[in-house]
């Protein structure tokens, strides 16, 4: 796999992780502030993953996304 989609994938985690984190500090909360904090979190999440789904999307139409290759390979051997 190439770095810049193994770099993607460990983005898209990140963002999983980012929105959890969010999550668990809004249950947590003790004060107004916490919220703000953990709601900009949950909402940089969301822009990074539209962001890099956007690139994931951009390198499978460009068929470089290991599985796009493997997929239009087996099309060509039909």
């Given at each position: 796999m190439?770095?810049?989609?193994e770099?993607?994938i460990?983005?898209?985690?990140?963002?999983?992780?980012?929105?959890?984190?969010?999550?668990?500090?809004?249950?947590?909360?003790?004060?107004?502030?916490?919220?703000?904090?953990?709601?900009?979190?949950?909402?940089?999440?969301?822009?990074?993953?539209?962001?890099?789904e956007?690139?994931?999307?951009?390198?499978?139409?460009?068929?470089?996304?290991?599985?796009?290759?493997?997929?239009r390979?087996?099309k060509?051997?039909?």
């Open positions: 190439k770095t810049a989609n770099i993607l460990k983005t898209l985690q990140l963002t999983e992780k980012m929105v959890e984190l969010a999550d668990l500090g809004d249950e947590a909360r003790q004060d107004v502030g916490c919220g703000v904090l953990y709601g900009l979190l949950r909402d940089s999440a969301f822009k990074i993953r539209k962001l890099a956007q690139e994931k999307q951009d390198h499978i139409r460009r068929g470089a996304w290991p599985e796009q290759k493997e997929i390979k087996a060509d051997r039909r």
